[in-house]
């Protein structure tokens, strides 16, 4: 799998138009022994509304803070909190399910966005106490008097609102915004879940908050490096904090976790840091200081251990678009992700001499598999090389030939059945154009104990596939860049090393894609081509993209 297809496997658009109902995209989601089931649906729409890519979804961070507060109660029970970019208000919920006093679930001032909200307030009210809740729009930076109204018992609270929740123009009070709130009314409790992302939105997002703690209130914040190569960008949240503010941030928790979107797009970790305001009568030199936890962040941005859980990835139900998904301002550029790729693989190969048993494909295949539970790999994956191993059961291919092995997943998955399968005189013939990663294929071989089994050759595939000639290739695995598969399928033909039965297994047809190849081999008289139906994508959407076609000659 190239480095280009990774990006557009986030945030794919699929121009279809849903109608949204929010009892289409209802979750039931755990948050810990210590609360029940709730039942939560996320925003969906067309990708039109602003804010809408951020609330289609119950992220992952999230559910970390509604966890944490499931385990420490007395963090929110009698509090006022508010939530800043709520979507779902998943942390709210079961911050009011634990007896909080008041929650004020705010994200951007859009009826269908504050609609769900308020949809799953509705949902979970008989798990709810006897608190107050308030759904709100608003936008980072402006002016917090009506979230603070909000903590008035009075219905006047609202009335300083428009039909959206955002809060009505009124000149004569903008001057005023907090002049006439205390300090003492004011939340005692924030959360900001997964919002660290939209880096030019730091400094406004911290001026809400700023503005809306109380001395001795607490912040939760919990963030995922959700875009590559921007670790430090998503972490300049806390410098910026120190720098405005005087705020001092301490990591509280560490949590794995795969991505929302897609189990094969995985995020190392999920950071959980709380602070809290002293007790001072005035907030403007009020430092924030983040609560002490097992591994403190250092000046020079470390990454952090700490308990680390891999969970299932959360169903997501709709399929947002965005000109600019990972909130850069811009498409990612190859070297981003390129050094993103190559960091990983490293990485995985060392994970698997650590821990892997030497001379068991198996101990080796589940170990990489543990290991991508937790970070980004591009491999073939359990599901779709599920379907490929099928089709090895059946051929019992005495030759197979792979074109891209990136870390040598498939490799060994492939090569080991093909050996159980087939015997020892069958032999796998892998070729990776890049240099790094034929040499860590190779590695992974070696600790697999397939090393007889396996060739590994360097280069493009049009540079070396005349090895091949003479022989009968009775099965080719293709999963490299979607641009050469027609050109290199050409090739395969002509090398004249196909005999009726052969079998040529192609991923990513459909997502990102390969149409020049799909419509050749669909339509060809020398192929008889299938596709498998899995779930692909950010969306968990089936989709036809794993391809399967026999050589009839």
Known sequence: MDEDNVVGALFEQNGEDNVYDPEDFVQELDVGDCAPRFRISVADDDGAIPGSLF????????????????????????????????????????????????????????????????????????????????????????????????????????????????????????????????????????????????????????????????????????????????????????????????????????????????????????????????????????????????????????????????????????????????????????????????????????????HAERGNPTSVIATIDEFASTNHMMNIGEVKGSVIDEEIRKKKPLVMAELGAYTGYSTVRFASLQREVAGKDSHYFSFEFSPVFAARVREMVELAGLTDQVTVYVGAFSEQYEVLRGKTVDMYFIDHEKSVYLSDLKLIIGSETLAPGSVIAADNVVRPGAPDYLEFIENSPQFSAVRHTIHCGHDRKLLPDLSIATFRG
């Open 55 to 354: 609330a289609c979804a119950v992220w992952n961070g999230a559910r970390f803070i509604a966890m944490h507060f499931a385990k420490h109660p007395e963090l929110v029970k009698g509090r006022r909190v508010v939530e800043f970019g709520a979507a779902s208000a998943l942390p709210s919920i079961v911050a009011l399910h634990l007896g909080a006093e008041v929650a004020v679930m705010t994200d951007y001032p859009n009826d269908l966005l504050l609609k769900n909200i308020e949809t799953n307030i509705k949902r979970n009210e008989h798990l709810l106490g006897s608190g107050r809740h308030e759904v709100r729009g608003h936008l980072w930076g402006s002016e917090t008097r009506g979230l603070l109204r909000c903590l008035d018992a009075s219905e006047s609270a609202s009335e300083a609102l428009d039909t959206t929740g955002k809060e009505r123009a009124d000149p004569e009070a903008e001057s005023a915004d907090t002049a006439d709130c205390s300090t003492k009314n004011r939340f005692d409790v924030a959360v900001v879940a997964e919002c660290l992302w939209l880096h030019h939105l730091h400094e406004d997002l911290l001026k809400s908050i700023n503005s809306c703690l109380a001395p001795g209130g607490k912040t939760f914040v919990s963030f995922a490096h959700h875009v590559p190569g921007h670790e430090k960008n998503d972490l300049s949240f806390f410098t910026k904090a120190k720098q405005l503010y005087g705020f001092d941030a301490v990591h509280l928790d560490t949590l794995a976790s795969p991505h929302v979107f897609s189990p094969d797009l995985l995020v190392d970790q999920y950071f959980l840091c709380s602070g809290y305001f002293d007790n001072h009568d005035s907030l403007e030199d009020t430092p924030l200081r983040f609560a002490a936890g097992r591994a403190p962040y250092e000046s020079h941005l470390p990454i952090c251990t700490g308990t680390r859980t891999a969970h299932k990835p959360l169903k997501m139900s709709s399929s947002p678009k965005s000109d600019d998904p990972w909130g850069l301002g811009r498409k990612p550029t190859k070297e981003e992700i390129r050094h993103w790729a190559d960091e990983n693989s490293a990485k995985c190969l060392e994970y698997v001499k650590q």
